[in-house]
Structures are given as structure tokens and as C-alpha cells.
């Protein structure tokens, strides 16, 4: 059974694409059933990354280049073309292409129900940090007069700090109730509640 180099070069994308997607797949624990972890993790109301805050509960977006996406093209552009070429007995001229064609269409199906699967998920699990507003919380440590301290609050059932400020700009002691009234960029207004 002799090849065409370009039988050869569908062979190598397809076992390479669907290969790391086998690696990736294990690396990341797919396969592994495992205990659930216990315990409680404190995460912070914002983080500084390169000068630009992000919220919490702000969404992440899922790459169309990714490792995924990219995979899956070169998977079904090497299965597609082999197909095509060895079994069809097609030309290059027209099994390149459909292969290409393919291999986008494969990818841009992955890139779609990843986002969606995202977006459903990150709209219901994750809390927002414009959520916060109304929600009791505790002083983590003294506040000064028009200072800041960091607060924590429970949302959704994640404990959560953030740093914040009284609206009326008074002393608090450590440990006094709060409630947020809102955010103002990444520090959050509170009053105490009475």
C-alpha cells in the first residue's frame, strides 16, 4: 500500500492533532476519577494583572486559536484529506481544499460549543462582582477614617475579600457588619449596619 507525500502529510496532521488531544486530554485529568477536595478557599474581590483589574466574577473568553481548536483543525484536516485522496481517489486540486474547508468547519464547531458551554457556565456558577451589591460582609481588619481595609463577603457560596471604603467615610472597628452599597471601580462602598 504506497502513499503520496501528501497522503503522508495527512497521516502525521491527523495522528499529531488527535494525539495531543489525547495528551491534553490526560494532562488535564479528564480521564482521572478522583476524591473531591474539602475545605474553604478564600478569593480575593479583584486581581492586577500587567496594570488592568479584573473583577471577579468578570468572564473569561475562550480563544479561537487555542490549543483545542488548533488540534481539532489539523485532526480533521488529516482525516478528511486521507479519506478523500486514498479512498475517493479525488485530486489534489480538490482534496486540499475540502480538507482545509473541513478542518475550519470542525474548528469553528469546537470554538462555538466551547463558548457557549463557557458562557452557560461563568452566567451560572460564577458570582459577579456587580452582584455584591446589597449583600451583607465583614470587616477584616480596622478601617480608618477615609481609608480602606478588606472585607469579605459570601456570594453564591464562595467566600469572597474585596477592598472597600465607608460611604460616610467614619472609623469601623475589625469584625463590624456592613452592607455593600456599591462599587465604585474596584473598591467597594459600605455603610454598617445598624
Request: glycine share 8%; net charge negative; proline share 4%.
Given at each position: ?67 483545542v481548536t488548533v488540534s481539532m483543525f489539523i485532526t480533521s484536516f488529516g482525516v478528511t484529506g486521507f ?112
Amino acid at each position: 500500500m504506497e502513499m503520496t507525500p501528501l497522503e503522508i502529510v495527512y497521516c502525521v496532521a491527523f495522528f499529531l492533532g488527535f494525539g495531543f488531544a489525547i495528551v491534553s486530554a490526560l494532562l488535564s485529568g479528564v480521564f482521572h476519577v478522583g476524591a473531591e477536595g474539602a475545605g474553604h478557599v478564600d478569593v480575593p474581590g479583584h486581581v492586577e494583572v500587567a496594570h488592568h483589574d479584573f473583577a471577579q466574577g468578570d468572564n473569561v473568553a475562550f480563544s479561537p486559536v487555542s490549543p483545542v481548536t488548533v488540534s481539532m483543525f489539523i485532526t480533521s484536516f488529516g482525516v478528511t484529506g486521507f479519506a478523500l485522496s486514498k479512498w475517493l481517489h479525488l485530486s489534489a486540486a480538490l482534496h486540499l481544499p475540502i480538507a482545509m474547508l473541513s478542518g475550519i468547519v470542525v474548528a469553528v464547531g469546537v470554538f462555538a460549543l466551547f463558548a457557549k458551554v463557557l458562557r452557560v457556565t461563568q452566567s451560572s456558577s460564577l458570582p459577579s462582582t456587580a452582584d455584591a451589591v446589597g449583600i451583607d460582609a465583614e470587616l477584616l481588619q480596622h478601617l480608618p477614617a477615609d481609608g480602606l481595609c478588606q472585607i469579605a463577603y459570601t456570594q453564591r457560596e464562595s467566600r469572597l475579600t474585596a477592598t472597600a471604603k465607608a460611604v460616610d467615610g467614619k472609623e469601623l472597628p475589625q469584625g463590624a457588619r456592613v452592607r455593600i452599597l456599591r462599587i465604585d471601580g474596584t473598591t467597594f462602598i459600605i455603610e454598617k449596619v445598624r
